[in-house]
């Protein structure tokens, strides 16, 4: 008995055990006590957010988002052997696609540790995070939900809308709170502005925050132009109107077009939402793309277009042209179907290694934007109308005004600035998209001997399919049509 | 010499109280409180009493525990039990018993040693109290030999010097009976002293089985236990101790997932029960629970028994549910030290060689896919790599064991140091290990028996990559797909490139990083064993097992494209666990008449703490990379990273057992044991596993005395629930972060589940025993239906919700089968003996539920780039593959065709169904045992029907899609519209010929001859004269001949069968994606006896 009563009283130790080295929630969260957390978890909890999406989250934001936008489109190949990308670049994706899944699943961990963070952080008392910091805190994690499901409703269509945590009572319950079916784009964009509008009034000026990466005005007001671009019907309007605020909010065009990339001029007055990488060995994260793009070995990804090429030479735009692309003689390393590999053109705007910043949104995007609103709008003069600031674009990059004068050129002149400004930074399939154009120009790319490329794109191949695995997860799930 | 045992045997005090230091305070009082009791007293003294209306029995007590007496009396004398008053002031004993007695039947005699005997004074024959040593072979005393007098319920049972004291009538018979030796009837004759020497029985039947807390005489198994013994596994290059029971113990399915050296073994009894926990069955090494068992060297291995039904493991309760592997190393036995070597040498290769292309066949393949001339045939002058024989090479297998075994009636010791070597046929990999052994009994006085088991190991090996896409660095696959025309290294000296595709040569795998791994463990324990009184002992054990793990991995900063992106990368984890493990049992054993009783109840603590720490960095030179890692760490140009963490978890068990029988005829055993968990809710982290069995010996029933030629007939069936902890997370029920050490971010790792608890697996046993023809044919047969409730799932969720899992009991699981063996004793005579064992085992599994949505579905096993083979579903076995169907090559385009399933008139994913099953219909094995004079053969078959394998490396070597060589299997290709072919056409970029189809599933059936060995045991006229009591030379190919259609390199594979994800592990199974190769082996050794 003694022996027995000796080891009992032994046992709770035995048999409570907590982790080590991994936070236990129920010392943060505990909603049946109607618990709080500190500030200083609902800080973390934001920047754990933050990281996850720009650390674990780098393969999307700053590799894959260039596989959608350049070589999805007409700016790049495929390049690499990687049977997912190529479906991608030649349109024969299904909803096994690797890429596809990751991308899925990228945006919507996101959301989810970010809905996390929300509820949380909304429900903190007054006594432990002061309103003014908790608003912040919201409108940040709101503004980062919202850019997420941006990417998701302009590569998907209609997605799952889900703006509450899981709920982990039961089976029953974690399937209802998040195997929801897709809501229809325009919901999606409702949300989208909603906490967009509520973080505007609530996030911190851009000279405010310590980094670009931190949700700023600046890029709330950029989130909300874009927005109104690519939502159905355009508001232009709102477009004029949002840029408008970004010009206020001081951002100007850096003089040297090669500034942006030269890894010297981080978080520059050009810069609107850059992320910051502290490099391996730094505790935090290092920036891994450069060896994707350029070195030789195995074959690089997302390999410039003939059409890219051409449309810079055509131009005569060197400025843009060398800071975009690079040539080089890998001759020997690999076979390239697009290219002789003496003189192999490669991505050149990613040249720095682990401790490189890398820039999402800038302010030449916003300009051109603005450019686009005006001409939709009808304001086509060049002291103060779209030309104006089209040719702000062009001059800094060295060329001459625009010759484009009526709004249908204009349109034109417009969408392949953007093409030449921002090739390689994940845009141009999403212009053409909301210009109505994808389909015509991805008809028209022209192989190295001007022979049609005939990528067998179909409309229904404007969306993504929704990967197999999540609908096998979620049987409310609906599968993207035609796929 | 005397004095030299005795000085021996107090030496080893000093160290054993040196030990008892670290147990419990409680133990140590156990111990203490006991050691008074058995002070002799010889003193005469005088009694006073005062008692009223009290049974003479307990009036005698009353005397006995004043200490100078000791009575012996039967308890069935009714007078015992009469009410008297007393009162004695002062008195000898003979006053106060005549008082006593007086008015009774009863009287006294007075023997030596203070010992009364009470006795009947009616009864016509005089008890004689008689005493006796019990010894078994080379006259060592055995303890706890039950004596009994035949037809009466008195019987005692001897102590450690194996000497007990009874009282009998004079004309009385004594029987003798103790567990693997014959019973022994002797009359007594009016003698005082009746020694008794028993023999070992010869018998099957009487050989004793190691149960769980316990051993148990074979006929009086209820459960189902296999057992593999030394035997099965000597002259055998076994280096897990798993690979003894492969082919062996009827099912039980063993798969060594590939001929990696030190690769870890899948072993599966009666089937897979869990979805996302362990699989695995619980080892019970010399008492200590654990589920790693590759540090243990086989060669000092004495029995392994296998519990394979609820019953028989239930007394492992919440960690049983997977079956129950008891290893107990050897122990010295023979009075005489006798020193053992054995040692063996063998070469190895693989089992099955892959033909490829060579260049001029590559060149015509390339330019055909890429419709150009890309390989012109400079390129195919200039370099002529066989790659596979570069890659593939000879290995070296050998291993040493000295050992030392023997001792005195009262200390046992067996020592052992083994030292093992394998060097893999791919070259960086191997796998040394050393172990030492020591296992000590010592009888310190005849009612306390210390004991210790104590292993270190030190394990080292190099790795190298398998089980993965070439394009990932897997060394199998790019051995195959890289083409001959691809030089060794470039002209600068770094690693040769395939020019077409920019990827590396093997060498890239093989010289341009390194993996390397050193495990030290010390698994051992002490234990202490009171004889309370006869039949009634206490055992406290205290079990370690510490492992201390280091490993580090370098990535050359010049070799590879990669090492010189990331300027050499390099990193070390160090990490400790420790694993306590406290046990308190009582057992008490009693015969009467018939009557067989015996009990355990105990009470058992497991503590575990694991806590690794690692160090990364990156970007240093090759002077540096030349200094090893420590220097590396400490000059890399990247400031270090480094994490740790620890995690623990403990389990605190009560145990109990019943056994009864009468005659060994009717047979019951039931156990019980309740368990609580740390690694489960507060409110929910208690268990209680029950289980009951009962068995008939026909054979005993006096109506079968006419049955000729059977001479054992037993019916056997039991039912009992069981437990699975095994593979669910320590802290898997609670909400979790992961917070940065450097920035303080919180990040979501784990959703909560507060009902988390262990999966419960209930199954019922019916097995039939069967021994006949004069003992030379036995049977052994078991049906099985297993039930697994609340099966842990790692339910895949939306990621909608921020994480791709949650840990749930979602799941119900089925196994059912049959099972049997047959052994025959073919030839026995002067010359001759063969000997034959068969098994064979069928198991059907199913997952019945998947929770409460039907659709839902797992899948696992990743095909790089095509997603993946392995798909869970309910209503579907564990291990089904899932794809699309191809039904050949079209003529007209050479491609592919699939099956249109879902009639959209397009291939799509929908098109998917499940296509195959990667679980066998039946396992089986078969040794046939030959001694002819001086030589021993022994050849063992061993096999696997009906399962089929996913073979993925085809997706690699006969896909045509990209610029890698392939296997010759593609000659045979379509080239021209018309042609008729199963291969498709070769077409660059396009992978839809090779997406995970029936096209790659194959028949995984095999029938191998696993191991043939020939000894010769040498004269011994002649060793006696070289002082050598044994001495035998052996050949032993391992894996010789392999029957199957697989086309793969060998069908005993799985690339995911030791994947660090239990999910992917269970569910993955029968994939080939490019696991190192199964080697043949040929081996020469020695054993010698001094």
């Known amino acids: 008995m003694m022996i027995m009563a000796l080891f009992i009283t032994g046992c709770s130790k035995i048999l409570d055990k907590k982790p080590i080295g991994e936070i236990d929630a129920s010392t943060i969260d505990d909603p049946n006590a109607g618990g709080s957390i500190t500030a200083t978890e609902a800080e973390q909890l934001l920047s754990g957010a933050y990281n996850d999406m720009y650390w674990a989250g780098e393969e999307y934001w700053a590799f894959d988002r260039t596989t959608n936008g350049d070589a999805m489109a007409d700016n790049a190949y495929a390049g690499s052997d990687n049977p997912a990308n190529h479906a991608i670049d030649l349109f024969t994706t299904n909803s096994l696609n690797g890429n596809v899944e990751r991308n899925w699943r990228r945006l919507y961990t996101s959301i989810g540790k970010l809905n996390e963070t929300i509820d949380k952080v909304s429900k903190a008392t007054d006594a ?108 232009w309007d709102k477009v004029n109107q ?225 990967p197999q695995n999540e609908i096998d997860r979620n049987p409310r799930l609906t599968q993207s049509p035609g796929y | ?340 070597l054995n040692a063996y040498v063998g070469f190895s290769k693989p089992t099955n060689t892959l033909d490829v292309l060579n260049g001029k066949q590559y060149q015509a393949l390339i330019n055909e896919a890429y419709n150009d001339n890309i390989i012109t045939d400079a390129v ?80 080292v090996s190099r790795d190298v990559t398998d089980n993965a896409s070439s394009s990932r660095g897997g060394v199998v696959l790019s051995a195959l797909t890289t083409p001959f025309t691809v030089p060794k290294y470039a002209p600068d000296g770094t690693i040769g490139i395939n020019p077409n595709s920019g990827w590396e040569n093997p060498l890239g795998a093989i010289e341009g990083s390194e993996s390397h791994t050193r495990n030290n463990r010390f698994l051992g324990n002490f234990s202490a064993e009171i004889r309370l009184m006869p039949g009634l002992t206490f055992k406290s054990l205290l079990g370690l097992d510490y492992t201390n793990g280091y490993n580090y991995n370098i990535l050359d900063p010049f070799l590879t494209i990669y090492g010189r992106q990331q300027e050499g990368t390099a990193g070390r984890t160090k990490s400790k666990e420790t694993v306590w493990l406290t046990e308190q049992t009582l057992t008490y054993t009693k015969r009467s008449g018939l009557h067989n009783f015996s009990a355990l109840a105990g009470f058992t603590t497991q503590t575990s703490r694991y806590d690794p720490s690692s160090i990364n960095t990156g970007k240093f030179g090759r002077d540096t990379a030349a200094k090893g890692i420590d220097y590396i760490l400490s000059h890399s140009r990247n400031k270090p990273d480094t994490s740790g963490y620890a995690t623990e978890w403990g389990l605190v068990s009560g145990i109990a057992r019943i056994t009864y029988d009468y005659d060994s005829r009717y047979l019951f055993t039931g156990n019980l044991r309740a368990d609580a968990s740390s690694k489960f809710p507060k409110n929910n982290r208690t268990g209680v596993f029950p289980s009951f069995s009962a068995g008939w010996r026909i054979s005993s029933e006096s109506f079968f005395e006419n049955v000729n030629n059977i001479q054992e007939l037993k019916l056997r069936a039991g039912w009992g629930m069981n437990g699975n902890q095994e593979g669910i997370g320590n802290y898997d029920y609670m909400k979790r972060y992961y917070k940065n050490p450097v920035t303080g971010d919180l990040t979501l790792v784990n959703f909560a589940n507060p009902s988390l608890t262990w999966e419960k697996t209930t199954s019922v046993n019916a097995g039939l025993d069967l021994t006949f023809l004069d003992s030379r044919i036995t049977i052994t047969a078991d049906w099985y239906q297993k039930k697994t409730k609340d099966v842990l799932v790692r339910m895949p969720i939306p990621t909608t919700s921020g994480l791709n899992f949650i840990s749930l009991n979602a799941g119900d699981m089925e196994n059912k089968g049959f099972e049997f063996n047959i052994s025959t004793k073919n030839i026995r005579n002067d010359h001759w003996d063969w000997n034959t064992d068969f098994n064979m085992g069928f198991n059907r ?36 593959f899932y794809g699309y169907v191809a039904t050949g090559i079209d003529p007209q385009t050479g491609n592919v065709v699939y099956e249109d399933r879902d009639k959209n008139e397009e291939i799509n994913p929908g098109d998917r169904t499940f296509i195959g099953n990667a679980q066998p219909d039946f396992i089986y094995g078969m040794t046939n045992a030959v001694r002819f004079k001086n030589f021993d053969l022994s050849v063992f078959f061993q096999g696997s029907q009906g399962n089929q394998i996913f073979n993925g490396a085809r997706i690699e070597t006969e896909g045509m899609y990209d610029s890698r060589n392939q296997t010759t299997a593609v000659l045979n290709r379509w080239k021209n519209p018309g042609d008729i072919t199963d291969v498709p056409k070769a077409i660059r970029n396009d992978v839809a010929n090779t997406y995970i189809s029936s096209r790659f599933l194959e028949d995984g059936s095999y029938l191998r001859l696993k191991a043939v060995t020939l000894s ?28 199957t259609k697989y086309t793969g390199f060998d069908p005993e594979v799985s690339t995911y069968g030791n994947d660090g994800n239990s999910n992917v592990k269970n569910i993955a199974q029968g994939i080939d994606y490019g696991a190192y190769p199964q080697s043949k082996a040929f081996i020469i050794g020695l054993n010698v006896t001094f």
């Open chain 1, 128 to 235: 432990a995070v002061p309103p003014e910091r908790r608003n912040q805190i919201l409108g940040e994690a709101k503004a980062l939900r919202a850019i997420n499901y941006f990417e998701l409703v302009r590569l998907w269509g209609d997605v799952p809308l889900i703006l509450q945590p899981i709920v982990t009572t039961n089976t029953k319950t974690i399937f209802e709170s998040v195997a929801i079916p897709r809501a229809s784009a325009s919901v999606v964009y409702d949300s989208i502005i909603v906490d967009l509008e509520y973080a505007l009034t609530r996030v911190r000026n851009v000279n405010e925050v310590p980094l670009k990466q931190i949700i700023s005005k600046g890029i709330v007001n950029t989130m909300l132009a874009k927005v109104y671009a690519t939502l159905e019907p355009h508001d």
């Open chain 2, 380 to 459: 195919v002058a200039a370099n002529n790599v066989n790659w596979p024989d570069e890659v593939f090479r000879t290995g070296v297998e050998q291993n040493y064991q000295l050992s030392l075994s023997g001792g005195t009636n009262k200390f046992k010791q067996y020592f052992s140091f083994g030292y093992m070597d394998q060097t893999g046929m791919i070259k960086p990999a191997y796998f040394k290990r050393f172990t030492g052994r020591a296992n000590l009994t010592h009888k310190t006085t005849s009612w306390l028996t210390l004991s210790t088991n104590l292993s270190f190991s030190n394990a």
């Open chain 2, 1016 to 1043: 010769y045991r040498f004269n011994s006229g002649f060793l006696r004269r070289m002082a050598i009591s044994n001495a035998s030379l052996y050949v032993t190919g391992q894996n010789v001949l392999t029957f």
């Open chain 2, 1 to 340: 010499m005397k004095k030299n045992r005795a000085s021996r045997s107090h030496a080893i005090v000093p160290s054993v109280i040196k030990l008892l230091m670290v147990m419990k305070l409680s133990f140590l009082m156990i111990i203490l409180s006991f050691s008074h009791l058995q002070a002799k007293v010889y003193s005469q003294g005088n009694i006073t009493l005062t008692l009223q209306k009290t049974a003479i029995a307990k009036v005698i007590n009353k005397i006995e525990k004043e200490g100078q007496f000791r009575f012996l009396y039967n308890y069935d004398l009714t007078d015992l039990k009469k009410k008297i008053d007393i009162k004695v002031v002062d008195a000898s004993l003979d006053e106060t018993l005549t008082t006593l007695f007086s008015n009774t039947d009863l009287t006294y005699k007075l023997l030596a040693n203070n010992l009364v005997v009470v006795l009947s004074a009616t009864m016509q024959n005089q008890p004689v109290r008689v005493t006796g040593i019990v010894t078994g072979v080379n006259a060592e005393p055995l303890a706890g030999v039950t004596v009994q007098v035949k037809n009466t319920t008195t019987g005692t049972a001897t102590d450690n010097t194996g000497a007990y004291s009874i009282t009998a009538e004079e004309n009385a018979v004594l029987v003798f009976s103790y567990i693997g030796y014959n019973d022994m009837e002797i009359e007594v004759q009016g003698r005082n002293v009746v020694n008794a020497q028993l023999t070992p029985s010869e018998k099957q039947l009487d050989q004793i089985i190691v149960i769980g807390y316990g051993s148990q005489s074979k006929k009086n198994i209820t459960g189902a236990v296999s057992t593999v013994s030394v035997k099965d596994i000597a002259d055998r290059p076994i280096i897990n101790a798993a690979q003894a029971i492969q082919g062996k113990a009827a099912g039980v399915q063993v798969v060594q997932p590939s001929g990696k050296p030190g690769v870890g073994m899948t072993v599966r009894i009666r089937g897979a029960n869990s979805i996302s926990a362990g699989n695995d069955p619980l080892y019970v090494v010399d008492g200590v629970p654990t589920t790693d068992i590759s540090s243990i060297n086989p060669t000092d291995i004495e029995t392994m028994s296998i519990l394979k039904d609820a019953s028989s493991a239930a007394i492992y309760g919440a960690r049983a549910a997977n079956g129950v592997v008891l290893i107990t190393t050897k122990k010295g036995s023979g009075k005489k030290m006798k020193l053992g």
């Open chain 1, 242 to 466: 949002y840029c408008d605020a970004v010009i206020a909010d001081g951002y100007t065009l850096l003089p040297d077009y090669d500034f942006l990339f030269d890894g010297q001029h981080k978080n520059s007055s050009e810069s609107i939402w850059e992320i910051t990488y502290g490099g391996w060995g730094s505790g935090t994260y290092g920036l891994w793309i450069k060896d994707m793009y350029i070195g030789g070995g195995w074959p690089k990804f997302n390999t410039p277009s003939h059409d890219l090429v051409r449309a810079f030479e055509a131009e005569g735009d060197d400025v843009r042209f060398h800071s975009s692309i690079q040539w080089v003689d890998y001759s020997g390393q690999w076979v390239d179907p697009y290219w002789p590999m003496n003189n192999l053109p490669l991505i050149n705007k990613v040249r720095g290694g682990d401790v490189s910043n890398f820039i999402i949104y800038r302010f030449a995007d916003i300009v051109l934007l603005k450019a686009e609103a005006l001409t939709e709008l009808n304001q086509l003069d060049d002291a103060s109308g779209a030309q104006f600031y089209l040719n702000k674009i062009r001059n800094r990059a060295g060329l001459a005004n625009t010759t484009a004068t009526t709004q249908a050129d204009l349109r034109l002149a417009i969408e392949k600035e953007r093409q030449l400004e921002l090739a390689f930074e994940g845009y141009r399939w999403f212009d053409l998209k909301r210009t109505g154009r994808a389909l015509e120009v991805m008809r028209n790319a022209k192989k190295a001997n001007n022979e049609p490329l005939s990528y067998p794109i179909q409309e229904f191949r404007l969306l993504f399919p929704v």
């Open chain 2, 845 to 880: 599994n199913k997952v019945l539920n998947l929770g409460d949505d039907p659709n839902v579905q797992i899948p696992a096993g990743d095909i790089y780039q095509r997603g993946n083979a392995s798909l869970v579903k309910a209503g579907y076995p564990l291990g089904a």
